[in-house]
Structure formats: structure tokens, C-alpha cells
């Protein structure tokens, strides 16, 4: 079941059926999906695939998803998941352009990969960020992600293929509350 955690700043909660429509805002922003690496899809597919969240993917267990959340609004979203991208399971994150800046990519980077290493017992995690997207390699860069090669698309744009260790006990990162 995917915790709820939090950081300094962001509560990563699993999400509820109320947040479809932000979800799906998100991931139909031309930017957005230009920086994921994404072509831009038609609303009723980001739909389905919001409902599979909640009816498959949480249920099943198959991954950890949550929305991100700053002082109760809607800023992002986040997954860490096992993928054919990379041989090992992949940190996928997407925020609101509005909150583009200011550091929060960094602290949502930073409490996946201590959920990774305290809750999954992973040792290492991957990214897969676009070529063009220079700040999110900087970030990237200073939080100690590795370039593994580079993957050419159909369309020749390259995607960066990134590791990075995790870190044990880093409890002092990220506060998961207490069950109950």
C-alpha cells in the first residue's frame, strides 16, 4: 500500500477520486508533457489511466503513486516504479509549472529515493530525463545521479538514462506519520 509521506515542505499522498481533475491539468500541459518526455494525450486516455490509479495499480499494490501537495494545494506528482525503461525501478516526477523554481523538484527527488532505500529497500534508483531539460539534469547533478548512456527516440530526441544510490536512515529527510 503506498504510505503517505512527508517532507519539509510537501505532504505525498495517495490519491483520492476528488483529484482527477487535477491529474489530469497536469498532464495536459503542453510543458509538462514536453519536459516528461511525453507526447500530449487526448483528456478521456488521462482519465483512464487516473481511474487505473485508483482501481488498479493501489488495490494491486503494483507501484507507489501519490499526488503532491504544498499548504493544501495541488503541486505535483510522483511514482516510484518498476519500468522497462531501466533495469531497476524509476523515479518518475511531474510538478505544476506555477511551482516550477523553487526547489520543490529537489525535495520531491530526495523523498522518493529515502522511501527507496527505507521503505523499499532499494539501494539504487533510476531517471530518465529529456536531453533539453537542462535544470532538471543540474538538479540532478547535485543530487549525485550518475549518466548511465543516452537513449534516442524514433524521433531522434535523446533521453538521459540516470542512477543514483540511495540512502538508508535518512529519517531526517522524510516523516512517514504514524498508521493508525
Known sequence: MTPELHTARLRFRPYRPEDEDRFVTLLRDEEVCRWMGQDLVPEPEIRTLFRSILNEVYPQGLFD????????????????????????????????????????????????????????????????????????????????????????????????????PTVRGATSQLETPPRG
Open 65 to 164: 503513486v501519490w499526488g503532491l501537495w504544498l499548504d493544501g494545494l495541488y503541486v505535483g506528482h510522483a511514482e516510484v516504479k518498476k519500468t522497462g525503461n531501466v533495469p531497476g525501478h524509476e523515479l518518475v516526477t511531474a510538478l505544476v509549472p506555477g511551482h516550477w523554481g523553487r526547489g520543490l523538484g529537489r525535495e520531491v527527488v530526495t523523498g522518493l529515493l529515502v522511501h527507496a532505500a527505507d521503505n523499499l529497500g532499494l539501494t539504487e534508483a533510476w531517471g530518465m530525463v529529456g536531453a533539453e531539460n537542462t535544470a532538471s539534469l543540474a538538479m540532478c547533478e547535485r543530487l549525485g545521479f550518475r549518466h548511465v548512456r543516452d537513449v534516442v527516440g524514433d524521433d531522434g530526441t535523446v533521453t538521459k538514462m540516470l542512477v543514483v
